[in-house]
């Protein structure tokens, strides 16, 4: 993978960040509309008076980041789930396209883990 590496015009850096941000954040931003809902604090037209998109968006950023990296390095979540699924899965997390963009050599070893799409623990490690 090309360290300019783009689809459609952006990095794949900022549309994996778009992604989880629509995803993840779209749910706490859900959550937080409906709090907002039943809140008695709103404007007198009847509306939230704050505007929290933008921290449910970082929220969902920070939490699939967190997700991807304990998926890569929690016992406890490879016991409950497995260990490193997304490259079973063969998905380009924020872990694995930094670890690709960071050293070329082991990055095109890495792109071929996720081509493989293993169960094999040892080739995933």
């Known amino acids: 993978m090309r ?29 937080v ?15 939230p ?6 921290l449910s968006e970082l929220m969902g950023l920070y939490f699939q980041i967190r997700d991807d990296l304990a998926n890569l390095c929690l016992d406890e979540y490879a016991r409950n789930k497995s260990f490193a699924e ?5 998905k380009f997390s924020f872990p694995v396209i930094h670890a690709i963009l960071r050293d070329q ?14 169960n094999d623990v040892e080739v995933k490690k």
Do not use: H, W, Y
């Open 86 to 90: 997304d490259l079973t899965e063969g």
């Open 3 to 31: 360290k300019d590496c783009e689809l459609g015009g952006i990095s794949l850096v900022d549309f994996l960040k778009t992604c989880s941000c629509f995803v993840a954040g779209g749910l706490f931003n859900l959550a």
């Open 49 to 54: 008076t704050s505007d929290f998109e933008r």
């Open 33 to 47: 509309r409906l709090m907002q809902l039943f809140s008695p604090a709103t404007s007198p037209g009847g509306l």
């Open 105 to 118: 050599e082991r990055g095109r070893a890495l792109e071929s883990i996720l081509r493989q799409r293993t």
